[in-house]
């Protein structure tokens, strides 16, 4: 089954404490791309990886990192947590056919919540 | 850089009552467009798309769009809802040669049994 998946679902954690969030997808998308969805605010790009070792950075960037050393995975890093990123993260994922984007696969989110 | 702007954010509407949302966006070259929705405690899934074409697209479940270049709108419709349809509701646009998806705020919408 095509799928993006995400771990953990649900993560509650203390501020300061590194945790990665994990997606893969086994879609052989190029394209990989990490969101965060707050009411109000609907869903900002973090990051995202156009291939392998290619990354850039979306409209809320500060506090994350990424990395793309496989085409199949996407981690998001938070190096030091703080309670404004609590939030809900997506991760997706896409085929670039002749450099025109399809529709993007989610995950099923994962809720952090950084005390 | 591309926005995209959905207004009414909460939308409450009884069974069989139409629906549109407004979709406009602020970008002049050409863009992808799509509308995702997303059913409570669910990830979002895509309801329809447009590249390039007839510009009254037609998606899953009854939706359908309407891109008007003239107007940077692609406003989403359904002639008559279900309960069913109750859920958050996403534009989102990509600009050709940008490597984005800029994504609306959303509409909430609530139907009524």
């Known amino acids: 089954e095509a799928q993006v998946t995400q771990n953990p679902r649900y993560l509650i954690t203390v501020t300061g404490k590194k945790l990665t969030v994990t997606c893969s997808q086994n879609?052989?998308?190029?394209?990989m791309s990490w969101y965060r969805q707050d009411p109000g605010l609907g869903l900002r790009q973090i990051y995202y990886s156009m291939n392998v070792e290619v990354t850039d950075k979306g409209d809320v960037p500060e506090g994350y990192k990424v990395s793309r050393k496989e085409k199949r995975n996407f981690p998001l890093i938070l190096e030091s947590p703080s309670p404004n990123q609590t939030s809900l993260y997506f991760c997706?994922?896409?085929?670039?056919?002749?450099?025109?984007?399809?529709?993007?696969?989610f995950g099923p989110g994962t809720r952090l919540t950084v005390l | 850089a591309q926005s995209v702007s959905q207004h009414n954010h909460h939308v409450i509407l009884s069974e069989a009552a139409s629906l549109e949302l407004g979709c406009n966006y602020s970008?002049?070259?050409?863009?992808?467009l799509f509308w995702y929705v997303q059913y409570p405690g669910q990830h979002l899934q895509l309801l329809l798309k447009y590249f390039s074409g007839d510009p009254l697209v037609k998606g899953i479940k009854g939706f359908e769009a309407e891109f008007i270049k003239s107007k940077f709108s692609f406003n989403l419709r359904k002639p008559s809802v279900q309960w069913s349809d109750t859920a958050e509701y996403f534009c989102a646009v990509n600009a050709r040669g940008n490597n984005r998806l800029a994504f609306g705020k959303g509409n909430q919408v609530v139907v009524i049994p």
């Open positions: 970008y002049g070259g050409t863009v992808n």
């Open positions: 879609m052989n998308h190029e394209y």
């Open positions: 997706a994922s896409s085929l670039i056919v002749s450099g025109i984007y399809n529709e993007q696969f």
